[in-house]
């Protein structure tokens, strides 16, 4: 449903209950500087069943050349496609279709903040909101908003404090 697997969501929440799945999991992300002045910076992400390239490069006005798409527009992009997967897993273990499901992403950066021309907070704001199509009722799809608002892993961190680390090794 919802072009979501339910049987396999069954399967891997049973093999989680029964110690056959680890409960925790580390996703990793490695890129690198590029230094030839096309693009910025460069990843790759493997998934089950390849990899990707992601490339990013701030635009002229941030000290980039404008070749990819900045750093905070892929971060939006994870936000928005997390955001859309839970609540379409959700939608679909509810067993409520979803005939369209289109998402847009706002983060208020400011701007006098990020080059340090006054001291305040640098994201003032995120937006996500999701256009649908669907013959449920509203009080339904609230219900799945307020799930996925507490499920989604982008909408967690957006919404809780999470321990942050940094280091550097020489």
Known sequence: MNNVNIES???TREKILNNELPEKRSF???GEW???????????????NGITELSTDQPPISGGYGNAPN??????????????????????QMG???KKLKAIGYVDVN??????????????KITIELEIETNANKEIIEEIR??????????????????????IKL
Do not use: H, W
């Open 9 to 11: 969501i069954k399967i």
């Open 28 to 30: 990793i992300v490695e």
């Open 34 to 48: 590029i230094f030839d002045k096309k693009i910025q910076f460069m990843g790759k992400i493997e998934y089950p």
């Open 71 to 92: 750093p905070v527009q892929i971060c939006a992009f994870g936000m928005i496609s997390c955001y859309s997967t839970t609540f379409m897993t959700i939608a679909s």
């Open 96 to 98: 409520i279709e979803i």
């Open 111 to 124: 701007m006098k903040s990020v080059f340090d021309i006054e001291d305040s907070p640098v994201v003032e």
């Open 146 to 167: 307020k799930l996925a608002n507490k499920k989604c892993p982008a909408a967690y961190v957006i919404q809780n404090q999470v321990p942050f680390e940094t280091r």
